[in-house]
């Protein structure tokens, strides 16, 4: 956010004006002097939602000054009140200042202590001059013509690294979108309280804020964009602030939309201003000047935000980022209204825009919808549409969808609404089997409850709340209601044994397990419990009120006391949540999710399955730290046929292990095998000839920094060896024919070298990381057993965990699954946060039918998962070739494991490894050859159902399989009358069969069983 004018302080003032004319250039010299030091105060809002301010200070922690501690007087004139300036800062040795614009010196003067003069220039006109101050360790890195900085009160270069990378990309993105960046650098500076500031070429964040993962793609980019919208152009207050609502459609709706998440960002805006604008709160944009209360925030970002998105959708997103970059280049350092985007926009788009914005900037209220829907004639489809609000109808563009019988996507009509109800008739190819308005949450308007799940936020923006503390524990919850009650008017507390009934007028929070109403809550949900068996839990759960489904009722509960202030504190920023559990006494978040909402009112014909809706592709994605074509040239040389499918005992394995040690050379890292080489040789017996043969592991090493983890590390590995021509698992009909092994495992030895040349350039980790592209995996995992065996300065016994690439080329619009994820707890929780932090999907399998090389690593108790992106006919066949690999699938999985081993190589505790040293045996997948197994069904299982049954996610063609009607989608559940567990049994059940067998397979598609006959082939 931007910090605004703040409120000004107490103050005496003077007003200077020149005795006669004043020439251009002329110097006026003003001195003054005093004291600025105003505490930090807190105020409360809405359930402890509270921040911390002050308009100035200057102390030991550092310095702040804006416009509201009047440290720099105000000129009147020309310019509207804009002004440029020069600022020099003498400050003690150690310390460094920061301003807007460009630094033009940093020095010392020659006392001692020495004095630091630092130098500011900023030749834009700026509302108002910022000082920051402190002592500061800075870190810089050029984003093309920019310098991006940090300025951090403690040495932390990887969290530098971390926000210069983000500061780049986010540059380049919304230079190409918007237009050149108007300032000479860019700087994240670490404040010494909490705050989220943007000002003109730098952010003022908090030194908590700053070390959350997710901030760097949530609030960062946000206070990047403002740097284009609010900072340099301006706001006209006087007709409402454009800016907070642009710049969270272009910054959080943008980066939400580009990981597949735009539908549930506009739904949860919408579901604020369901919940919050009630009573009289609603206001049209034109009263909007900052965020002071959830209701505000509601309008101001929620209602803006959607305005822009359907702008974008009436004009088309060329003609909306041609206004965009029109709007920027007419107004910057300028100060405009929404009357001037409205005429930028409807010029550059030739579409007369303003009457729609003027009806959201001078309106209150959201259309209010209800749908009905005929099928006059065969062939015909009528919508009917309703506008239910109280308001006069609104002019709106609202999408439908048809479901039409047999066809994949849904057929998107637009019904331009004005009236208080309105008919339209469509001309259909078949028969519509479902019809929904609105599906994409794209119209702003006031949704119906029966389209959302009950949340935390319908409870907290209530307007009559009751509190009911239980009377058996009544001090360990009486604080947190009280904080609750904070800035309320109808917010009452009572206990449990002072109320007759529960409160039937009223949203109810119901808070500990003693409490005699929280039956009530909890026969209520509309789903099942979380796993309430875990110790130190907290767990809050949100229903429809029994007596008025209209409003909400939640429950909270701990078994930890410790716990309950961090609940007080934390839970209103959940609001879009159903149910939370938490672990700890400082309460940390391990389940959060919505129960599902059922009959909407906007569906008809509410079939299961809708048919797809069109793929949208956002404006704009932030450039990919790491390259796919650099990924993929690895990926050519290693599959290319002159490396003879790097099958042990080959030149083309030899001439790969030699590739791959160069690489880890040429990223810098250090040799980790024999005698100071990237290569740990061994002797194999009993060959692809039967004879002896080489192999060799090629390991790099990333060192630690602490010298007390000197013998630990985490390890990141990929295979690199494949079958050569067929050696040793050949499928029949296609010996001697080279097997490249693309995807596998090329794709992962690719994200291995990239990772790994990543880290190196900006990590120097706590912890070693391990880089090993290991020899022999498809010969029954021999090079990851003898790392493991061979021990060396960091054994692998004393890894804290590993990470295994094993087939991760084929992503397209699946995501990547983590296999052995319950060897340990917490890599649910990782997967978890990895996945927020970098927007890509992850699955976590607990079970671990994958029998990679993290198996070896198993076997000493090390917790340890492979990374997979799903099976695929071409498995151990000649037809795996780079052409199928995707290039963009590789970049998302390298993000996800180089945020995934920075946090390993820096997290303080061990993982909770489930693992029982020896116990563990390799576990081949389903279609992997084992001792005995001899036949195929032709089955492409999903790796990502743990059973029971083995689901099907595809058949190869031309197998028995396919013969036999089998399909993607199905579960099979028996062979033979053998119940089907797992994929382990599923193998164990063919190893007994011999090619010519014939099996019958008991399975369940679309709800329904069937049993289907198969004659199994040779492998």
């Not at 003609?319 to 929404?338: I, K, T």
């Not at 965990?801 to 699946?814: E, S």
């Not at 069904?937 to 083995?950: D, I, K, R, W």
């Not at 199905?970 to 010519?996: M, N, T, W, Y």
Request: charged letters at 25%.
């Amino acid at each position: 956010m931007r910090t605004g004018f703040g409120t000004p302080t107490p103050r005496r003032e003077w007003e200077l004006t020149p005795e006669g004319a004043v020439e251009p250039g002329a110097t006026v010299t003003l001195r003054y002097a005093g004291t600025i030091h105003h505490p930090l105060e807190t105020d409360g809002e809405e359930y402890a939602r509270s921040f911390s301010s002050t308009p100035g200070t200057i102390g030991e922690d550092g310095v702040y000054l804006a416009y509201a501690s009047a440290w720099v007087p105000e000129f009147s004139g020309g310019g509207a009140g804009l002004l440029d300036f020069e600022l020099t800062v003498v400050l003690p040795d150690g310390w460094d200042a920061v301003s807007q614009g460009k630094r033009t010196g940093k020095r010392m003067t020659r006392k001692m202590p020495p004095d630091v003069i630092v130098t500011w220039d900023c030749p834009h006109p700026m509302e108002e001059i910022y000082l920051i101050a402190a002592r500061y360790h800075e870190f810089e890195r050029a984003a093309g013509d920019v310098a991006a900085r940090v300025f951090l009160r403690e040495p932390d270069p990887n969290l530098a690294n971390k926000y210069l990378e983000a500061t780049a990309q986010y540059l380049a993105m919304y230079h190409e979108m918007i237009g050149p960046y108007p300032f000479a650098k860019f700087a994240l500076v670490e404040n010494f309280w909490e705050t989220g500031y943007g000002m003109p070429s730098f952010t003022l964040l908090g030194p908590q804020v700053i070390r959350f993962p997710f901030i760097l793609h949530s609030s960062y980019p946000h206070e990047i964009l403002h740097n284009w919208w609010g900072n340099s152009v301006y706001v006209d207050y006087e007709g409402g602030n454009w800016c907070e609502g642009l710049t969270a459609y272009l910054a959080d709706h943008l980066i939400k939309e580009g990981q597949g998440q735009g539908v549930e960002y506009r739904r949860d805006t919408l579901k604020k201003y369901r919940d919050y604008v009630r009573g009289g709160l609603d206001f049209p944009l034109k009263g909007f000047r900052s965020r002071h209360s959830s209701a505000t925030e509601a309008v101001g970002y929620g209602k803006a935000l959607m305005l822009f998105h359907m702008l974008r959708r009436d004009l088309g997103d060329r003609d909306f980022a041609a206004s965009l970059r029109r709007f920027y280049q007419r107004f910057r350092f300028r100060r405009a209204s929404w009357g001037d985007l409205a005429d930028v926009f409807s010029e550059t788009a030739r579409r007369d825009v303003r009457p729609m914005v003027r009806q959201w900037v001078e309106r209150t209220g959201a259309p209010a919808l209800a749908m009905e829907v005929a099928v006059p004639a065969p062939g015909k489809l009528r919508v009917d549409v309703r506008q239910t609000q109280v308001e006069e109808p609104f002019a709106v563009n609202v999408p439908v969808a048809i479901t039409v019988a047999g066809e994949p996507t849904a057929r998107i009509e637009t019904l331009a609404l004005s009236k208080r109800s309105e008919s339209f008739t469509f001309d259909l190819a078949g028969d519509a089997v479902r019809v929904d308005l609105d599906p994409g949450f794209d119209v702003f308007r006031r949704l119906d409850r029966e389209e959302l799940p009950p949340t935390l936020g319908e409870v907290f923006g209530a307007p009559a709340v009751t509190v009911v503390v239980p009377s058996k524990e009544e001090g360990a919850w009486r604080e947190l209601a009280e904080k609750w009650t904070q800035g309320q008017d109808d917010v009452v507390v009572e206990t449990d044994a002072a109320l007759d009934a529960f409160p039937s007028d009223r949203a109810v929070w119901v808070l500990g397990r003693t409490n005699a109403y929280a039956d009530v809550v909890l026969g209520a949900l509309p789903g099942g419990r979380l796993d309430e068996s875990r110790d130190a839990l907290s767990v809050v759960y949100v229903a429809r009120h029994p007596a008025d489904p209209d409003v909400a009722i939640g429950y909270v509960a701990t078994d930890v006391p410790a716990a309950v202030p961090g609940l007080a504190r934390k839970l209103p920023h959940y609001g879009k949540y159903s149910y939370l559990g938490f672990l700890g006494d400082e309460p940390t978040n391990v389940d959060k999710g919505q129960w599902e909402a059922t009959d909407s009112p906007l569906v008809a014909f509410p079939t299961p399955r809708r048919a797809t809706l069109p793929a949208r592709e956002p404006l704009a994605r932030p450039k990919p730290v790491f390259d796919p074509a650099a990924l993929m040239e690895h990926v050519r040389f290693l599959a290319a046929d002159e490396q003879e499918g790097r099958g042990v005992g080959s030149a083309g394995h030899d001439r790969s292990a030699a590739a791959i040690a160069a690489a880890f050379e040429e990223a810098g890292l250090r040799p980790g095998g024999d005698d100071g080489t990237y290569l740990q040789r061994w002797t194999e017996p009993d060959g692809p000839d039967g004879a002896p043969v080489e192999l060799a592991n090629v390991v790099g090493v990333l060192p630690g920094t602490r010298a007390e983890w000197a013998d630990q590390s985490v390890v990141l590995g990929a295979h690199y060896d494949h079958l050569g021509r067929g050696w040793p698992d050949v499928r029949s009909g296609h010996e001697g024919e080279v097997h490249n092994g693309a995807d596998d495992n090329a794709s992962g030895v690719a994200v291995l070298i990239e990772v790994a040349r990543a880290l190196a350039r900006e990590l120097e980790p706590s912890r070693s990381v391990v880089f090993v592209a290991f020899d022999g995996e498809e010969w029954g995992l021999k090079g990851s057993r003898r790392y493991v065996a061979a021990g060396g300065a960091r054994p692998a016994r004393a890894a804290r965990a590993m990470v295994n690439l094993d087939t991760v080329g084929r992503m397209a619009d699946g995501g990547l699954t983590v296999l052995g994820s319950g060897t340990a707890s917490e890599w649910v929780h990782i997967a978890r946060g990895v996945g927020f932090t970098t927007g890509v999907r992850s699955t976590c399998v607990a079970d671990d039918p994958g029998g990679s090389d993290q198996v070896a690593f198993h076997e000493v108790g090390v917790p340890a998962v492979q990374l997979f992106t799903g099976a695929h006919g071409d498995y151990h066949r000649p037809s795996d070739d780079a052409e199928k690999v995707d290039a963009d699938g590789m970049v998302k999985v390298a993000t996800w494991v180089r945020e995934t081993m920075v946090y390993l190589s820096e997290r303080e505790e061990p993982l909770s490894s489930s693992l029982a040293v020896g116990a563990t045996e390799p576990a081949p997948p389903a279609e992997r050859p084992t001792g005995g197994r001899r036949v195929s069904l032709g089955t492409v299982p999903s790796f990502e159902h743990a059973g029971p049954g083995v689901l099907v996610s595809s058949v190869v063609a031309g197998s028995p399989a396919e013969a036999a009607g089998v399909v993607g989608g199905d579960l099979l559940l028996a062979i033979d009358g053998r119940e089907l567990a797992d994929l382990r049994a599923f193998s164990e059940v063919l190893k007994a069969h011999a090619p010519g067998d014939t099996i019958e397979i008991r399975l369940r598609r679309d709800g329904e069983e069937r049993t289907l006959r198969a004659k199994l082939v040779a492998r």
